[in-house]
């Protein structure tokens, strides 16, 4: 298996534009989960979907932010418009079974920086 | 919502010796506890886990301890080597999942 998948790798964007970041699970898993990472923050976790449905979104930042899962293979996380704050690395883990209580596959994440 | 906190930020050991971080929660209800390591440039990588039902898991080099009524567990890694330099991070999970701030651990050869 590839592992889990994220485009694009970098994206550098200026302030005020949509910003469309992408995964693919790894095949068979049926949870899924966004975080973002900073430096001042830390490991932030945005929200989470369990077979495709949207669980618990309470970590998203704000309205700008907004998550889809339309199929079991393919999320995306996307931010409109961006400001420089958003700038961070952004990754995709999902997991097969329970919610929370199960080992989470990360994938390489996707560094944005907001001009 | 649940707190988790992890010291030390920064370790700094020779090859061969011992290596602890350790974290607290606020939440009770967490029940699950796992490490994860991130190496430059990749993805968290989950390395042991625990459970509340157990006290203690071992895995070769690696090991968890949990003290569910001080709300602390630790990780411990024996006989460090270069490879094992990164940054660790514990999480606790009960009705949410937050990871704790991260250490950044160098095996100095």
């Known amino acids: 298996d590839a592992g889990v998948i994220q485009s694009p790798r970098h994206e550098v964007t200026e302030m005020g534009q949509e910003v469309t970041l992408r995964c693919k699970p790894i095949?068979?898993?049926?949870?899924l989960f966004w975080y973002r990472q900073t430096m001042m923050r830390g490991l932030e976790l945005l929200i989470y979907?369990?077979?495709?449905?949207?669980?618990?979104d309470s970590g998203m930042p704000e309205d700008r932010f907004s998550a889809k899962m339309p199929n079991a293979s393919f999320s995306t996380l996307k931010i409109q418009p961006s400001e420089p704050r958003d700038s961070a690395v952004y990754f995709c883990a999902s997991s097969f079974g329970g919610l929370l209580y199960n080992e989470q596959f990360f994938g390489p994440g996707t560094r944005l920086t907001v001009l | 919502g649940e707190n988790v906190e992890q010291h030390p930020s920064t370790l700094s050991v020779q090859e061969g010796d011992s290596a602890v971080i350790k974290c607290t929660y606020s939440d009770s209800a967490s029940n699950y506890f796992p490490w994860y390591k991130q190496e430059l440039g990749k993805g968290p990588q989950l390395i042991i886990d625990?459970?509340?039902?157990?006290g203690e898991k071992k895995d070769q080099r690696i090991a968890v301890t949990l003290n569910k009524t001080a709300k602390h567990f630790s990780l411990h890694i024996t006989e460090t080597q270069p490879e094992d330099s990164a940054v660790y991070f514990c999480a606790a999970t009960g009705n949410q999942f937050y990871f704790g701030t991260g250490t950044s651990l160098t095996v100095i050869p």
């Open positions: 979907f369990n077979n495709n449905v949207p669980i618990d």
């Open positions: 625990i459970r509340s039902n157990v």
């Open positions: 095949s068979g898993h049926n949870s």
